[in-house]
């Protein structure tokens, strides 16, 4: 059965998903540096051991993202042009639709690769049904940033939520489960596994 879920999302031990002042130097914010550290090592080539198999799954039967305007990039406000798009150069990793959160809608980015990147106000509720339809029968993942994801949280819209927590403290930025009304008490650890490196936490609807 098709998930809502989210999938890899670092952690600080404080519960930060990213830090203060995110710009184009600092993807993900100030106070958060090596955040990301146990991904890039599970991606190299012959990387074996848990974190490795957590990252050869972040697309297995995925047919569909959602993501906050911060996670696309660090453009605020009006959309001054349409230059930017994404981190991730001409052929971005997803390989399906992606839809974008923000107050500023622009049209549809077609990228290389089959991604295309949809920009909506709509309700979350309503881009989960487009991004669902999108999906043809596979996975949506909730990618972030943390405020994309409490936003879904707090409608009850996220089915498991598999997070990656990194021993490493930010003190200040987006914690992930600030601001959601109780939705954390609809949720139960399911499983938990270590690496020498990081955590492994799968939440699942109770």
């Known amino acids: 059965m098709a998930k809502v879920r989210v999938h890899n999302f670092s952690v600080t031990l404080d519960g930060f998903g990213a830090g203060t002042g995110q710009r184009v130097e600092a993807p993900f914010g100030d106070g958060v540096e090596g955040l990301h550290d146990w991904m890039f090592s599970a991606m190299e080539d012959g990387a074996t051991g848990v974190d490795a198999e957590r990252v050869k799954q972040w697309d297995v039967n995925v047919g569909a993202t959602i993501m906050g305007r911060n996670m696309f990039g660090p453009v605020r406000g009006e959309w001054e042009d349409e230059s930017w798009k994404g981190w991730w150069g001409d052929n971005p990793p997803y390989h399906h639709d992606v839809f974008v959160l923000t107050h500023h809608a622009r049209p549809s980015l077609p990228m290389e690769g089959g991604t295309t990147f949809h920009f909506t106000n709509e309700p979350v509720e309503k881009v989960l049904e487009r991004a669902v339809e999108a999906a043809g029968g596979k996975d949506v993942v909730v990618a972030g ?35 959601l009304e109780g939705a954390s008490e609809n949720y139960r650890v399911a499983e938990q596994v270590s690496s020498p490196s990081v955590t492994h936490v799968r939440l699942v609807r109770r």
Request: hydrophobic fraction near 50%.
């Open 145 to 179: 940033g943390a405020a994309t994801i409490q936003q879904y949280l707090r409608a009850g819209l996220i089915d498991e939520l598999n997070l990656v927590v990194v021993p490493i403290l930010a003190g200040a930025g987006e914690r992930l489960f600030d601001n």
